[in-house]
């Protein structure tokens, strides 16, 4: 561990433990949620993305790509150390570290993988769109087109996810897990960060919101949430 660039920049005091590298953003929470969720030890390490510090060197020497979450696990597969970006994969890959939130069967653990990629291929980049034109530097310009366009994906994508609530608890039914994990923190932000929750119509998709009161009120929600806020 001691020879990677990134704890020349962001020294481990617990060498031992994995290592999370993430803010405060809704892709950033999710790793620090799964974290708490499953009880395994790590450090956490905040990058202030405001400061660009997710494209210094040795941020980059971790995650070429300057995005943020990113972990490093000391005791990755076979004993190895192994350095891992993109929130989906890291929920993946602790998922199966810790044996918890995925489904054993084949079946049902490919069908959450499906939820956490439209998650990712969906709901982050509609949303995130969505609040750079509505709230951030794109709500001053005058063509109101691309916010209205993102507005109206994204509160197709919450119909979605309403119809898929309509008879379960959980995205995958009874049991929590990645599906929810990733989604969380993106419908946290755009109702509340964002203040979306008019522009897509929120108060029609009573089951999302339902779901979301549900997520928040879980106590390692709760902690993940303030794992890089500070």
């Known amino acids: 561990m ?6 020349g ?22 790793v620090g949620i799964m974290l708490e969720e499953t009880g395994l030890p790590y450090e956490p390490h905040r990058i202030d993305i405001m ?3 997710s494209h210094d060197p040795a941020f980059l020497a971790l995650n070429p790509n300057g995005k943020i979450p990113a972990i490093y696990d000391p005791d990755g ?12 994969a890291i929920l993946i890959y602790l998922a199966d570290k810790s044996g918890q939130f995925l489904p054993a069967d084949a079946g049902g653990r490919y069908e959450a993988i499906q939820w956490v990629m439209w998650q990712m291929g969906g709901v982050g ?12 530097a794109g709500k001053d310009y005058e ?11 994204s509160a197709r994508l919450l119909g979605v996810l309403d119809d898929r609530l309509a008879n379960r608890e959980w995205v995958m039914g009874d049991d929590y897990g990645i599906a929810d994990i990733s989604l969380l923190g993106w419908v946290r932000n755009l109702i509340g960060f964002y203040g979306a929750r008019d522009i897509v119509g929120f ?3 009573g089951n999302v919101q339902r779901w979301l009161d549900a997520g928040l009120a879980r106590p390692a929600v709760q902690r993940g949430l303030e794992v890089t806020a500070a």
């Open 77 to 88: 597969p076979g004993g190895k150390p192994l350095a891992l970006f993109e929130s989906g």
């Open 203 to 205: 108060d029609r998709f």
């Open 143 to 153: 063509d109101k087109r691309p916010r209205d366009r993102y507005a109206t994906e």
């Open 9 to 30: 920049r962001w020294p481990a005091e617990h060498p031992d433990r994995l290592q999370l590298f993430s803010a405060p953003t809704p892709n950033g929470v999710k």
């Open 125 to 136: 980049p509609m949303f995130g769109q969505l609040g750079f034109f509505h709230k951030f």
């Open 51 to 53: 400061a660009n510090e």
């Open 2 to 7: 001691s020879t990677h660039p990134i704890f």
